[in-house]
Nanobody, 118 residues
């Protein structure tokens, strides 16, 4: 199973980016899809989650600006990021939790760099 994250880039403050994460391989029953980010010198933090039923959850820093979505048929997750701020600069990683349960498999994408200039 491989996850491919894309969509990062350089954007000015106030701008928008849409990140994508696509899974390939023998992945099934994706329970939850997460987006994390890691800024230089900081720990990786959870930004947004979407569960199989469509319920979403966001870090306080992302609420009102970011929107996570999923396409189960395409085994994909998306993170729409609006009103970007310089403090959103980080490498963004996707993670999928999948399998039959109760013990799920966690698969990570390679990360995509988002740089927000002031």
């Amino acid at each position: 199973v491989q996850l491919q994250a894309s969509g990062g880039g350089l954007v000015r403050a106030g701008g928008s980016l849409r990140l994508s994460c696509v899974a390939s391989g023998s992945i099934f029953c994706i329970n939850r899809m997460d987006w994390y980010r890691q800024a230089p010198g900081k720990e990786r933090e959870l930004v947004a989650t979407i569960f199989s039923g469509g319920i979403t959850d966001y870090a306080d820093s992302a609420k009102g600006r970011f929107a996570i979505s999923r396409d189960n048929d395409k085994k994909s997750s998306y993170l729409q990021m609006n009103s970007l701020k310089p403090e959103d600069t980080a490498v963004y990683y996707c993670k999928f939790l999948w399998g039959w349960g109760p013990e799920y498999v966690a698969s990570w994408g390679q990360g995509t760099l988002v740089t927000v200039s002031s």
